[in-house]
């Protein structure tokens, strides 16, 4: 599945905005979800993930409260809406997809996913 990621952009500190990472060709109701982010000098890291069910998302302690992750099956989008923003949460977005057969699990290490979107550059400014 290709994936590609869009919304990013350049906003002051308490800001929001949505990311969102759409498939072509395959149906992402096929796929776990996760977006992860890469600051400058930094590993990536889980922000969210979400199952196929897309009933409890799972969320990095950093982001929790601020950041809700969403699936629009109809859509075929992925959704991350990011309020509240702060400088440390500047970095490059990713999304990335696995085929899973089951609803239920959902992979929060970058190591699980096989498909990986090309990143959106988020920079919060103070």
């Known amino acids: 599945v290709q994936l590609q990621a869009y919304g990013g952009g350049t906003v002051h500190t308490g800001g929001s905005l949505r990311l969102s990472c759409a498939a072509s060709?395959?149906?992402?109701?096929?796929?776990?979800m996760g977006w992860f982010r890469q600051a400058p000098g930094k590993e990536r890291a889980l922000v969210a993930a979400?199952?196929?069910?897309?009933?409890?998302?799972t969320y990095a302690d950093s982001v929790t409260g601020r950041v809700t992750m969403s699936r629009d099956k109809a859509k075929n989008t992925v959704y991350l809406q990011m309020n509240s923003l702060k400088p440390e949460d500047t970095a490059v977005y990713y999304c990335a997809a696995v085929f899973r057969s089951d609803y239920l699990y959902t992979p929060r290490e970058a190591n699980e996913y096989h498909y990986w979107g090309q990143g959106t550059l988020v920079t919060v400014s103070s």
């Open positions: 979400i199952s196929r069910s897309g009933r409890v998302p």
């Open positions: 060709e395959r149906s992402l109701s096929l796929y776990a």
